[in-house]
């Protein structure tokens, strides 16, 4: 899931296996609902979240304010950027604290995440699918940043 989706997703889109939710992108809301299944790892972070009593109006995660109402699309897209910069602003913090030196952001999980399924399941369209990608060009392109052991292991055939 997109940042924006994951700060937008409510407790009355999840339930428990499978979370619905509408796809939000950086200049429009795409209507379609979308579903995907909850890997036990990230169930675990939403049953830390969990209240006693839940708000199915509620924001699942702690990311935008539960007692703002956004008046508009625009305003709401607005706080996500905020958000979304904010998040980053840690990630890069924890990295510097960590001595990991590499630019590494929310969205540069999604790429990380394409890069894990290109080596183990091998398949670009299930990838393309897990992502959301509304074409497999846009799955391709994230792919081939990556693709320099397919390009290596080619050439030591060759060569080798």
Request: glycine residues 2%.
């Amino acid at each position: 899931m997109r940042f924006s989706d994951l700060a937008c997703l409510q407790w009355k889109n999840v339930n428990w296996q499978r979370p619905s939710y509408v796809m939000r992108k950086t200049k429009n809301t795409v209507s379609q609902n979308h579903s995907i299944q909850i890997p036990a790892q990230a169930l675990e972070i939403v049953q830390h979240y969990k209240p006693v009593k839940i708000d199915l109006e509620a924001y699942v995660l702690p990311i935008l304010n539960q007692n703002r109402t956004y008046t508009t699309e625009a305003e709401l897209l607005i706080e996500i950027s905020r958000k979304n910069a904010l998040i980053n602003k840690y990630l890069k913090k924890i990295c510097s604290l960590a001595g990991i030196n590499k630019e590494v952001s929310f969205h540069s999980a999604r790429h990380t995440f394409a890069d894990l399924g290109r080596r183990k399941i091998k398949d670009v369209y299930a990838i393309s699918k897990l992502l959301r990608h509304s074409k497999i060009n846009i799955t391709e392109k994230y792919l081939s940043e990556f693709d320099t052991e397919t390009t290596d292991k080619a050439l030591e055939s060759i060569f080798g």
